[in-house]
């Protein structure tokens, strides 16, 4: 991760000089404007990862809350004078940290390299969306997708139909470098094979009949992004020819043109078939396997990760939920039921399962005896009993927003929580910190990493969120 792009808005010349010369020494990229310059500044969009504004005089708070209001995603740094009069608490309110100057070099570097880390976890966060659970087998998709995605090695992406192929296609490639150009995906299963090359590579204008006007083709549209070539096991051959030669040669021509043109495109192909099978009977070509099998991900199936589904059930409601498309809860019991299900449409059937309960019970709370018929052959024992720490995960909390209902709610310490506390005793700062730190990551999970609204979520002051994240990366 590199060092934090930063803003800084000051109408005093002598501290201006001085953070610059301190942010320069430390290699830090700095964008220095005055009060009067700012106010254009903001209109653009900001690419910045830190705002410092030099504070003169409570006037300034309109200046504030228009700054904080136009980066709601960005930690504000206040620079207050040391000999300067103590700030109001509103004005404290509006930013994520006062620091006194000249400062200490220690807290300076030690502030820096916080926004770093959330840097980091910000941008973690949104790559891995969609990517629910906590099972050790999405976990590793979720770490092969890192390791993968700052290169700009071709992935061949394998599992069954509704695994999240292009969930784990558009995570490589908002964790990469090409992040802010094109994602452009592409179904070569569902183009009639004659019309797949002008799809790809595009046409000029009659070129064949129906061909009115020139037309840009996929790889166009991709240039200087990403690629994805959906279900590439049912590309026909003659098609796979072509498609071998511009991964080998990095140039294409659209169809009636003899003009070349050069592509700067990274290729990410998925595929629910078994490309070694589909090469043993000729339908697919080995060596452009070979070019597409750089770096493969397996997804694994719905039922190789039942764990997940509370995770998954949770993620799929609060999508629901922020399209306006309708909301529902499940109970404990409902949830018990679905993890045993084969769930031979993977995560595909469940989201079309829980849309459905959505459109029928509307923000009503469904329970086992409410789900499809084909899901009443399964039983919930007596003495079934889900795990608490796989709920607890997958709910925030216990308000009536909560996508699933546990029989016994999960309410924080002194709310009128029952808890078990075991035979051997617990040591209570130790739990009280994990759970705190706990539900600060879903807090930043739900709110996509941004520290203000997760902050919002947990009631608190983004100052105080932004102070115990900072405590937990030097613990």
């Known amino acids: 991760m590199g060092s934090p792009n930063i803003l800084l808005i000051d ?18 990229e700095l964008t220095t ?12 969009s900001l690419d910045y990862d830190l705002v410092m504004v030099g504070y003169a005089t409570e006037k300034q708070a309109s200046l504030l ?4 209001d136009k980066t709601t995603d960005l930690p504000v740094f206040l620079l207050v004078d040391r000999d300067a009069q103590p700030i109001a608490s509103s004005i404290e309110h509006m930013v994520t940290r006062v620091l006194e100057w000249p400062t200490v070099y220690s807290i300076l570097t030690e502030e820096l390299q916080a926004i770093v880390h959330q840097q980091a976890a910000t941008k973690k966060t949104q790559s891995h969306k969609g990517l629910a659970g906590q099972s050790s087998a999405i976990q590793k998709t979720r770490d092969l997708i890192d390791q993968v995605a700052k290169s700009d090695a071709t992935v061949l992406i394998l599992g069954e139909s509704g ?3 292009e969930v784990v296609a558009q995570a490589i490639h908002r964790a990469s470098l090409r992040r802010d150009k094109p994602f452009v995906p592409v179904n070569c299963g569902a183009i009639p094979g004659e019309l797949l090359e002008s799809e790809l590579f595009g046409h000029e204008k009659g070129a064949f009949t129906g061909a009115l006007t020139s037309r840009q083709g996929r790889f166009e549209m991709a240039e200087g992004g990403t690629l994805f070539l959906d279900e590439i096991g049912d590309m026909p051959m003659p098609m796979q020819v072509k498609l071998l030669r511009v991964l080998q040669e990095r140039t294409f021509e659209r169809v009636g043109s003899n003009k070349t ?31 597409l099998n750089v770096f493969p991900i397996d997804v694994p199936a719905l039922r190789e990760r039942a764990e997940d589904i509370p995770h998954l059930v949770s993620d799929l409601i609060r999508r629901l939920q922020a399209a306006n498309r309708g909301s529902v809860k499940l109970s404990r019991n409902a949830i018990a039921v679905l993890m045993q299900h084969h769930w031979p ?30 899901f009443q052959a399964y039983t919930v024992p007596a003495d079934a009993k889900l795990e608490w720490t796989e709920l607890e995960t997958a709910v925030n909390d216990n308000s009536e927003s909560s996508p699933l209902v546990l029989e016994k709610p999960f309410l924080p310490a002194g709310q009128g929580a029952t808890i078990q506390l075991p035979e051997q005793g617990i040591d209570l700062k130790e739990y009280l910190t994990d759970l705190e730190n706990e539900l600060i990551r879903q807090a930043l999970d739900e709110c996509n990493g941004v520290v203000a609204h997760a902050a919002k979520l947990l009631n608190m002051r983004r100052t105080t969120l932004v102070e115990k994240l900072r405590k937990v990366e030097t613990s």
């Not at 002598?14 to 430390?26: D, G």
């Not at 404007?33 to 653009?44: D, F, G, H, K, P």
């Not at 495109?265 to 396997?289: C, G, M, S």
Request: aromatic share 6%; net charge negative.
């Open 345 to 374: 449409g993977n995560v595909r059937e469940l989201s079309n399962l829980i849309e459905r309960l959505a459109i029928i019970y509307p923000d009503s709370l469904v329970d086992a005896i409410d789900l499809p018929e084909k």
């Open 33 to 44: 404007v005055t009060v009067l310059e700012c106010s254009e500044v903001l209109q653009n």
């Open 11 to 28: 109408d005093n010349p002598l501290r201006t000089q001085q953070v610059e010369t301190v942010l320069t020494f430390l290699e830090y």
């Open 163 to 165: 695994t999240g192929k």
């Open 65 to 68: 809350r228009t700054i904080t």
């Open 261 to 291: 043109i050069q592509c700067d495109v990274r290729i990410l192909a998925a595929t629910h078939r078994q490309l070694e099978q589909e090469i043993n009977e000729k339908r697919f070509r080995e060596d452009l396997f070979y070019r």
